[in-house]
Nanobody
Framework: VQLQASGGGLVQPGGSLKLSCAASGFTLDYYTIGWFRQAPGKEREGVSC????????RYADSVKGRFTIVRDNTNGTVYLQMSSLKVEDTAVYYCAADTRGHTRQYAHTCGPRYVYDKWGQGTQVTVSS
């Protein structure tokens, strides 16, 4: 049972990347899925999530209007479309699943990272000219 994040790479400021999160051993369709990122020397922070309770997306203020999270139930994949990328978006990006339903208590946010119990290995996103 594991998650796999992919799609990272090197992109110039203002460019776009699309990250994918897929699972093996279980399906993502029934759980809140979150994207997190960790830059060197910084704590891991929440970027976005798609909630299972109401299907609605949530975004950190720093990425609102630039990132879009999409759940594709036809192939059990969650995507993070990133546009207008900035140097400060450089980080390792992780996807995570809340398979225990703990994000339900966080009605308007994605919840803290410790409520997510399944994590992928991360994919590097580097924004640089």
């Amino acid at each position: 049972v594991q998650l796999q994040a992919s799609g990272g790479g090197l992109v110039q400021p203002g460019g776009s990347l699309k990250l994918s999160c897929a699972a093996s051993g279980f399906t993502l369709d029934y759980y809140t899925i979150g994207w997190f990122r960790q830059a060197p020397g910084k704590e891991r922070e929440g970027v976005s999530c798609v909630r299972i309770a109401d299907g609605s997306p949530r975004y950190a203020d720093s990425v609102k209007g630039r990132f879009t999270i999409v759940r594709d139930n036809t192939n059990g994949t969650v995507y993070l479309q990133m546009s207008s990328l900035k140097v400060e978006d450089t980080a390792v990006y992780y996807c995570a699943a809340d398979t225990r339903g703990h994000t339900r208590q966080y009605a308007h946010t994605c919840g803290p990272r410790y409520v997510y119990d399944k994590w992928g290995q991360g994919t590097q996103v580097t924004v640089s000219s």
